[in-house]
């Protein structure tokens, strides 16, 4: 792949109510780091972007990436790769507290 081709970053409408559950005060950072995080090379592993152990579902689709970040890596967005379609499908975004994921104020399993 060049490095010019992006991956187009598909939202799942839920996202919306997800970021609700988040200060807006994060609301820059969360989709500046998903833009950079997410855009280029979304399936290569890092410190702070990984497979997840097992997929994880919402809403019929399942998650199968992570990536952590802002402070103390507190937000998580969980996504799916399509490498075919270039496109990343964000279906998760929480926030970590302590050792709860909090996603939509939900708190999930990973």
Same mark, same amino acid.
């Given at each position: 792949?060049?490095?010019?081709?992006?991956?187009?970053?598909?939202?799942?409408?839920?996202?919306?109510?997800? /970021?609700?559950?988040?200060?807006?005060?994060?609301?820059?950072?969360?989709?500046?780091?998903?833009?950079?995080?997410?855009? /280029?090379?979304?399936?290569?592993?890092?410190?702070?972007?990984?497979?997840?152990?097992?997929?994880?579902?919402?809403?019929?689709?399942?998650?199968?990436?992570?990536?952590?970040? %802002?402070?103390?890596?507190?937000?998580?967005?969980?996504?799916?790769?399509?490498?075919?379609?270039?496109?990343?499908?964000? /279906?998760?975004? %929480?926030?970590?507290? %302590?050792?709860?994921?909090?996603?939509?104020?939900?708190?999930?399993?990973?």
């Amino acid at each position: 792949m060049a490095a010019s081709e992006k991956f187009s970053l598909i939202y799942a409408p839920i996202t919306k109510d997800h /970021l609700r559950a988040i200060e807006s005060k994060y609301y820059s950072l969360i989709r500046k780091e998903i833009e950079t995080q997410l855009r /280029l090379e979304p399936d290569a592993r890092t410190c702070n972007r990984k497979p997840l152990k097992r997929p994880a579902i919402f809403a019929a689709a399942s998650a199968t990436w992570e990536v952590r970040f %802002g402070p103390q890596n507190r937000f998580r967005v969980l996504y799916r790769v399509n490498r075919e379609d270039m496109q990343v499908n964000i /279906l998760a975004i %929480g926030e970590k507290e %302590g050792q709860r994921l909090l996603v939509g104020g939900e708190e999930i399993e990973l």
